[in-house]
């Protein structure tokens, strides 16, 4: 059996019915000490939401980073043991980085004759 809304809240509004009813020394304090409760408590004010929502927000864009560098990673992962295993993939390396040509390569150069 679910509790209802005016079972739930019952308690709380004895209270503010109190608290308004009788204004006196002792409700006066009470109604002090809730509305410092529920400020401190970051459920009304503007601190704990937003910063809630902020932290939330910010931990969706650094998942999202985490998924992609580890797509890099593995990527990479891919390419080294290419690179140690493979040796026409080693070869073609090779002749990217050091500029080297094979014995079946055709060079071919395209720099203007005054910038050389």
Known sequence: ???TALVVFAPVTRLLGALIQAPGPTQLWLAIF???TISLSGLVGMPGVFQSLRLKSLLNSK?????QIQGDVKRLQQEVL???KNKVIQKREIRRVLGYAAQDELIFDFTPQGLE
Do not use: S, V
């Open 82 to 84: 290419g690179l140690e």
């Open 34 to 36: 809730a509305i410092w």
């Open 1 to 3: 059996m679910r509790p």
């Open 63 to 67: 998942e999202t980073q985490i998924n």
